[in-house]
């Protein structure tokens, strides 16, 4: 079945760090595939989204680019905030699939 | 603004009770889903539906059962509580077309004692 491996957490960086979070998928087919964010208290919300290989999605100053030939969607920052301090999941959906399959999440920690 | 409703954010209910969380979208989507979010164990799902009436079971459908009577309501059962079902619950809801996101509820932490 499909599966989602999102890199263990949880990640602690300093303000204007580099962020990285690795995501990788096994899906038949060509999915689509999501990086959702998760504030403290708050229920998930979408942060970006690619629907085939080599689109990039970005929002926010974050981006992450559909890698088909090693099933990869990793999620980057270049400059992290505090206000980043959240849960981050990465998602899988097969066209015409009822549901979406999520990685565990990683939690992202930013000190000042 | 798009909107997903969960009827409360914090619940506290006995062993044994019968529980109902409920869930409003306002957006007409077809599909709607609940999680529970437990640490270590990220998002699981519990029951999805994608049309009124119509429900599939999810990866841990034992001990819930849902209902879906109107388009823009979802709901919850937990047919007597227990302690194992502590945890935050997530609904959420998607458009059959296109490519689309699902749009979560706040959440509700339900605590069983």
């Known amino acids: 079945g499909d599966s989602v491996t999102q890199m263990e957490g949880p990640v602690t960086l300093s303000e204007e760090a580099f962020l990285t979070i690795n995501c990788t998928y096994t899906?038949?087919?060509?999915?689509?595939l999501f990086w959702y964010v998760q504030y403290p208290g708050e229920g998930l919300q979408l942060l970006l989204k690619a629907t085939k290989a080599d689109d990039k999605g970005s929002n926010k100053g974050f981006e992450a680019t559909y890698r088909k030939e090693t099933t990869s969607f990793h999620l980057e920052k270049g400059s992290v905030q505090v206000s980043d301090s959240a849960v981050y999941f990465c998602a899988l959906r097969r066209t015409n699939a009822g549901k979406s399959t999520f990685g565990d999440g990683t939690t992202l920690t930013v000190k000042p | 603004d798009v909107k997903v409703t969960q009827s409360s954010r914090y619940l506290v209910k006995r062993t044994g009770e019968k529980v109902f969380l409920e869930c409003v979208q306002d957006?007409?989507?077809?599909?709607m889903f609940w999680y529970r979010q437990d640490p270590g164990l990220g998002l699981r799902l519990i029951y999805f539906s994608y049309d009124v009436k119509m429900k599939e079971k999810g990866d841990i459908p034992e001990g819930y059962s849902v209902s879906r009577e109107k388009k823009e309501r979802f709901s919850l059962i937990l047919e007597s509580a227990s302690t194992n079902q502590t945890s935050m619950y997530l609904c959420?809801?998607?458009?059959?077309?296109?490519?689309?996101?699902?749009?979560f509820g706040q959440g509700t932490r339900l605590t069983v004692v």
């Open positions: 957006m007409d989507h077809e599909n």
């Open positions: 899906a038949t087919g060509y999915p689509s």
């Open positions: 959420a809801s998607r458009s059959s077309g296109g490519v689309p996101e699902a749009f």
